[in-house]
C-alpha cells in the first residue's frame, strides 16, 4: 500500500475505537476486581485496595494495549474501523520505545483537559500530544469515493 492509498484517522474515529477498547478493558478488569477484593470493592472508600487493584487496573492494560500495538499496530477498537498506529516517519510498525512513550502520552494528554487528546481534530495529520512525543500517526485505507452513474431519465 503506498501512502495515496492510506488517510489520516479524525477525532471522532478514534473516540468511537478507544470507547470500544475502553468497555473491552472493563470486561477483563471488572471481574477481576470483584474475584479479588468482593463487591464490597466498588463502595470502599480507600484510595488503593491492594496491589491486585495497581496490576489490574495500571499494569494489565498498559502491557495488553503495548502488546498490541507491537504485534498487530493496533487495538481492537482500531481494528474495527480499519486503523493501524505506524511511525509518523517511515510507516512502519512503531517500536517499543514508541509504543511505551504513546501510551504515556495519553496521560499527558489528558492532564489539562483532555487537550492533547482534542488536539486530533484539529492536527493536519490527526496527531494527538501522545502521537507527536512518540513519532507516530493512526491511518487506514482510504474510502474510495463511489461514483453513481445516472442516466438521463435520473435512474443508475
Not at 488517510?7 to 470500544?20: H, I
Not at 494489565?60 to 500495538?69: N, Q, S, T
Not at 489528558?110 to 491511518?139: C, E, S, Y
Amino acid at each position: 500500500m503506498t501512502n495515496d492509498d492510506l488517510e489520516y484517522v479524525g477525532f471522532w474515529l478514534r473516540v468511537g475505537a478507544s470507547l470500544l477498547d475502553t468497555l473491552l478493558i472493563m470486561a477483563v478488569m471488572y471481574p477481576l476486581l470483584v474475584a479479588v477484593y468482593g463487591w464490597a470493592y466498588f463502595s470502599s472508600e480507600k484510595l488503593i485496595q491492594g496491589p491486585a487493584e495497581v496490576l489490574i487496573l495500571y499494569v494489565l492494560p498498559a502491557v495488553a494495549i503495548v502488546w498490541l500495538w507491537l504485534k498487530r499496530g493496533s487495538t481492537p477498537g482500531k481494528d474495527a474501523i480499519s486503523a493501524k498506529i505506524v511511525d509518523a516517519k517511515t510507516g512502519n510498525s512503531p517500536t517499543l520505545g514508541q509504543s511505551v512513550i504513546r501510551y504515556l502520552g495519553y496521560y499527558v494528554s489528558t492532564i489539562v483537559f483532555g487537550l492533547g487528546i482534542i488536539w486530533v481534530a484539529f492536527d493536519p495529520r490527526k496527531q494527538g500530544w501522545h502521537d507527536k512525543m512518540a513519532g507516530t500517526v493512526v491511518v487506514r485505507p482510504r474510502r474510495a469515493a463511489k461514483l453513481a452513474v445516472f442516466d438521463d431519465a435520473g435512474k443508475k
